[in-house]
């Protein structure tokens, strides 16, 4: 199953990203008004993030949202036979931050939320550094879709580390130098080992161990902000947030972070992944 998957992936990563886009309209009306793939969380997600916007406002960030999504889909796909010509043309980013980092001979964690494209945003810094590419992933219950998935993020060098053995896979690494890109807005497994934070109009959990970490090793840590100004253009901006961390209190860098990503959502919402179930876990039934 999984060759059949890559050759079809393959093929449909071939085509210009003009005709992808294309799909990506049809997908969008599949998914938006027959399927309705979580609309309804989509919905709930957008109300409680935005209660003073309108019905009109919320439907049209979530119609935007999925867009966006669909969008993804594609693009993803392209990285597949996408030339770093062709992804340097429409991924924009200023990577000096990293590079003086890496000069110092200091290793880097990278926070960044599910903004659209955060796919192509690591293969662009991948490429564009000498760092080591570490990638937290979680993997996927179905084994062909995990290598397909795997097989899409290894291509351009980067190195996975699953997030269920996070413990182990770091270890080797811990003596060199790395830049590592956390996805740090997922919904913790074990919510009471977490830090809550007032996000999004609701107290929500974040996973501790991005802090914990760079505050052992005195990791710096740098925020990655993805916006989409038009379609099948992304710009990113990468600010040093944190060059010696393990002088920073308890908490400090992973409420930072919270404040930094809400702002962004604020500020262009239709790029965020409403479609998780973020806040599934109640403050109240964890204290």
């Given amino acids: 199953m999984y060759y059949i998957l890559l050759v079809i992936f393959y ?3 071939l085509l210009p990203l003009r005709v992808l886009y294309l799909i990506s309209d049809f997908l969008y009306l599949l998914i938006y008004y027959v399927v309705g793939y979580r609309k309804k969380v989509v919905f709930e997600n957008l109300r409680q993030a935005f209660p003073d916007k309108s019905n009109a406002e919320i439907t049209s960030i979530a119609k935007k949202y999925f867009r966006n999504l669909t969008d993804m ?9 996408m030339s770093e010509k062709q992804l340097k043309k429409r ?3 200023d990577l000096t931050v ?21 796919e192509w945003a690591n293969v662009f810094c991948m490429q564009g550094v000498d760092f080591p590419f570490l990638v937290v992933y979680m993997p996927l219950t179905n084994k062909a879709a995990d ?7 290894e291509k351009a060098g ?9 413990g182990n896979s770091i270890k080797p690494w811990l003596d060199k130098q790395y830049l590592i890109a956390l996805v740090a807005d997922q919904n913790p497994g074990n919510p009471r080992s977490c ?3 007032p996000f999004l109009n609701k107290m929500t959990p974040f996973y501790k161990g991005p802090e914990m970490s760079a505050k052992r090793h005195n990791i710096p840590v740098v925020f990655a902000d993805i916006r989409k100004p038009k379609r099948g253009y992304y710009h990113a901006t990468l600010t040093l947030q944190f060059e010696d961390p393990a002088n920073e209190p308890p908490g400090k860098i992973t409420e930072t972070f919270v404040r930094f990503l809400e702002k962004n959502i604020h500020e262009q919402p239709e790029v965020w992944v409403w479609s998780h179930r973020r806040w599934k876990h109640r403050y109240e039934d964890h204290q």
């Fill in 91 to 93: 991924f924009i980013c």
């Fill in 11 to 13: 093929g449909i990563s």
């Fill in 73 to 81: 889909m594609v693009e993803t796909i392209k990285l597949l036979t």
């Fill in 98 to 118: 990293l590079r003086d980092l890496y000069a110092k001979g200091r290793s880097c964690q990278m926070h960044l939320g599910h903004n659209f494209n955060w």
């Fill in 147 to 153: 290598r397909l998935f795997r097989h899409f993020r």
């Fill in 158 to 166: 980067s190195i996975l580390l699953p997030a269920n053995d996070m």
């Fill in 195 to 197: 830090l809550w934070y």
